[in-house]
């Protein structure tokens, strides 16, 4: 009689729990983060396997794509929504927004930087880990797999000819950098003739080129522990870049078409600008 008793108890414990969860309100398309706390130059730093793999499912949308640049076609994929992951983190970890930067950090040491404004303008941007087209089991097409695994950027409704979009593969981390953190270690005075450069190198070299650690890896840094200024001639750091398959072989760099002569002087400018302002943090 006490076993059959204690039966039903806990058959009811159980039917109350299912009946709570149940009617659980639901936290559809929301994200919720680790708390990333500001470390002590006010950057956050997130790392999305650690944030993403905690959403249970509930976040993950399905992302139509207008033009893939990588694919260059439409695409389908699933994943999740910048914006939202952004949202939730720089209001959990009070970060002060107000003309910040993002830095996406990929594995193979491609880092774009892009103003944190960006985010908020009339293209959304997910981070996508499926692939629509590809089988069920499968999250990327077998060759690109590595590449683009864990996390891949796009953007829904990017324009073909969009430039100032960054679609980077094999992310696994986003930055949060605060305006006074990025205007101390890389950005000169607006009212500085070598802003300008930097505003040039911002749009075309960072993205691959670091300056005083702040940018990619892909290739090498311009400012530390030496300026590219000083150990290379000024007109062949502009050769180089138009046609570097000139200069070496199988280089990974890509020839820089878009840019005329005056741009690429006044990224000149800002390089040795920076000669005069090294910060290694």
Not at 40 to 69: M, R
Not at 134 to 139: F, H, L
Not at 169 to 188: A, S
């Amino acid at each position: 009689m006490v076993k059959t008793v204690q039966f039903y108890i806990r058959m009811l414990c159980w039917a109350m729990l299912l009946f709570a969860a149940c009617h659980t309100p639901a936290t559809e398309n929301k994200i919720i983060p680790i708390n990333e706390k500001p470390n002590e130059n006010g950057e956050v730093n997130i790392v999305l396997e650690k944030v993403l793999n905690h959403q249970a499912g509930n976040a993950i949308t399905k992302v139509t794509v207008a033009y893939d640049p990588y694919f260059k076609t439409p695409k389908k994929y699933l994943g999740f929504s910048l914006r939202q992951l952004l949202e939730a983190t720089w209001k959990a970890s009070k970060f002060d927004t107000a003309n910040a930067m993002v830095i996406f950090e990929c594995k193979d040491g491609y880092n774009p930087v892009m103003d944190l404004s960006k985010i908020y303008g009339p293209v959304n941007g997910y981070i996508a880990f499926k692939d629509l087209d590809q089988p069920e089991d499968n999250d990327w097409p077998d060759s690109l797999s590595q590449h683009f695994s864990p996390y891949y950027l796009v953007w829904d409704q990017a324009q073909k000819d969009d430039q100032s979009l960054f679609w980077p593969y094999g992310l696994t981390t986003i930055r949060l950098i605060p305006k006074k953190e990025k205007d101390r270690l890389i950005v000169p005075d607006s009212s500085n003739p070598a802003y300008s450069g930097y505003l040039t190198f911002k749009d075309n070299c960072i993205k691959c080129h670091s300056i005083n650690k702040i940018g990619g890896s892909f290739g090498p840094e311009f400012n530390l522990p030496k300026n590219i200024t000083e150990y290379r001639d000024e007109q062949q750091i502009i050769s180089f870049a138009k046609a570097p398959s000139s200069y070496r072989y199988n280089s990974r760099m890509p020839a820089i078409t878009n840019l005329s002569d005056q741009e690429f002087e006044k990224i000149i400018l800002y390089l040795n600008y920076m000669k005069d302002h090294k910060y290694d943090h």
